[in-house]
């Protein structure tokens, strides 16, 4: 019922027309993403997933669904989120996806699931912090060889946009 509900959802946000790129956050495994896109009405559609097994203790990941027939992708990259010195402390990795669109425009894009807020704000600020800052030395590093580069950041942050992560380390 949920998976049927989900697609159903997921769906109608794209109106007259699926969406291109969907990112998902708290994903259980590959299987349960399989089953959305080929045993419900997804089907249709013919996703394609990328998805990278996460250190994420939970065992829950981030994953990117995108139309072949719109977008090819290029490349993908799991990005590790490792907390110093506390190197035993994981959470999710970011995926980077390299797409191409419609034959002639790449696109870079991050999904993300950033540490919660469990256990009080200010104890956790820093953690989202780091996440944020790891995503900013990618992202530079894009710009820096192409400053005028298509990127989107998409996901949970589990911030606010007038947080620290969010206007001072990602400068957005």
Known sequence: IKLQSLAKTLLAIG???PPELIGVCEVENRNVLNKLIYDTPL???QYRIIHHESPDPRGVDVALLYRPGKITALSDSAIPVIF???TASHTRDILYARLLVLKKDTLHVFVNHWPS???GYMQTTEKRSHAASVLKQTVDSIQLSNPL??????GDLNDDPQDESITRILLA
Do not use: Y
């Not at 580069?149 to 998409?154: G, K, R, W």
């Open 15 to 17: 109106g007259w027309e």
């Open 43 to 45: 089907s249709a559609v």
């Open 84 to 86: 110093a010195p506390d």
């Open 117 to 119: 807020r469990f256990g």
């Open 149 to 154: 580069a298509n990127i989107v950041i998409m």
